[in-house]
């Protein structure tokens, strides 16, 4: 009667995809209908892969959609979604569209759900009648700016990182040691394994920060050129980067340059060295999520923070994360240093700034306001009681604001 609408946090590889298996079976075994939507093709490739090899063992057909796929690949496909054939869908946006029905679908899952349109969202529940939603998200939010950003979900938290998961050393180094950091990248290149360089800017600026394009190329000519170099960054197209991930997680690339496009990624098991340069940049829980594409097998993996920006600030918060791997206590500390306004970058999110109530200390009272407004919406949904009016001015003035800082 009630369905569920729950986040599962959990930090990479902690595990969530194989909660989305063990859902997904569950509605299979009730005779109904999963879908899982991710916000690339190669994303949704990577959930389709892993979920195949959790659920067909098991009798429970999985079925991948994408853009991408022929007219007459769609067509199959979408036909047994319609028939009931495939129990889980895995795929992009595609699964969204209208020519896309299914059968009985009663659980939805998305994935990094925060680059999705609340459309598009809505969108996939509305082709199941009031179906179960599951959101994963390997971004660490801290608690009390997930009760806020999250405020409808129940949250659950995965701590656990997989067996023979290695910790990523991590060291900052200034810009002077960049030639003897490249050394370092290249002994792993040598070995076999691959590697990461990421740069904050596209294109040349006024500003003394790499410029990715032409560092890409003075890399490939120069201190690289023996080894295969690729680039990659949000102005080329969702083909260009699919093409480009592709050939690195197939080893035709040795050395990858990048914006942080890298940063929620395909999982690339040979890549074990990353260098982010202009590191100062980032906020602490960016740097954790690009440290994050490293790591991911069985070897021993680096990450290089290379700034010359070398206040107190700067080295104190680089110190964080020499010191942990931790993705939930670099997101407090992260929150503490830089508040939420700034937690995500553009405050994308539309939070309200706090003016007494500060974020990192007062979480029993965000809690309490949290369980009052669902007292509230509970009582009067749409906020129509005389008490409530006010109350309601000051949600659409906020969302309203929201929808004009995108």
Do not use: W
């Amino acid at each position: 009667e009630q369905p569920m609408n729950r986040l599962v946090q959990g930090d990479v590889g902690s595990g969530k995809t194989a909660v989305a298996a063990g859902a997904a079976y569950f509605v299979y075994e009730n005779g109904c209908q999963s879908a899982l939507m991710a916000p690339t093709e190669i994303l949704a490739e990577q959930h389709y892969e892993t979920l195949k090899g959790f659920l067909e063992p098991l009798g429970v057909k999985v079925a991948l959609l994408t853009g991408s796929m022929t007219a007459k690949q769609k067509k199959l496909v979408k036909e047994g979604l319609e028939n009931g054939e495939y129990a889980v869908a895995v795929g992009t946006h595609a699964l969204v569209q209208q020519t896309t029905k299914f059968k009985k679908l009663a659980l939805v899952i998305t994935d990094e759900q925060h680059r999705f349109g609340v459309e598009q969202r809505a969108a996939l529940a509305s082709k199941g009648e009031n179906p179960h939603k599951l959101v994963m998200s390997a971004t660490p939010i801290p608690r009390t700016l997930a009760l806020m950003i999250y405020g409808d979900l129940d949250i659950s938290v995965l701590k656990e990182l997989p067996k023979g998961r290695q910790p990523v050393e991590t060291y900052a180094v200034t810009g002077k040691l960049r030639e003897r950091a490249f050394n370092y990248v290249k002994k792993y290149l040598d070995e076999g394994r691959q590697g990461y360089i990421v740069c904050p800017m596209i294109e040349e600026s006024d500003m003394d920060l790499q410029d990715v394009k032409t560092y890409a190329k003075k890399l490939s000519q120069g201190t690289f050129k023996d080894y295969t170099v690729g680039l990659l960054h949000g102005r080329m197209s969702g083909a260009q980067k699919e093409q480009v991930m592709n050939d690195f997680k197939e080893h035709k690339i040795d050395l990858l340059v990048s914006t942080t496009v890298v940063e929620v990624g395909v999982d690339v098991p040979n890549a074990a060295i990353m260098v982010i340069e202009n590191a100062d940049r980032f906020g602490l829980s960016q740097l954790h999520q690009l440290r994050g594409r490293v790591g991911r097998g069985k070897y021993k993996s680096s990450c290089i923070l290379i700034t010359d920006n070398v206040n107190e600030e700067s080295v104190k918060r680089l110190k964080i994360l020499g010191k942990t791997n931790d993705g939930f206590k670099i997101s407090e500390e992260d929150l503490k240093l830089r508040g939420p306004g700034d937690f995500f970058g553009s405050r994308q999110h539309g939070l309200p700034a706090l003016k007494i109530a500060d974020m990192s200390q007062d979480m029993d009272i965000l809690r309490k306001a949290q369980e009052a407004a669902q007292l509230i919406r509970n009582a009067d949904p749409n906020l129509e009681r005389t008490e409530n009016i006010y109350l309601r001015e000051l949600v659409d003035k906020l969302f309203d604001k929201t929808m004009s800082d995108n």
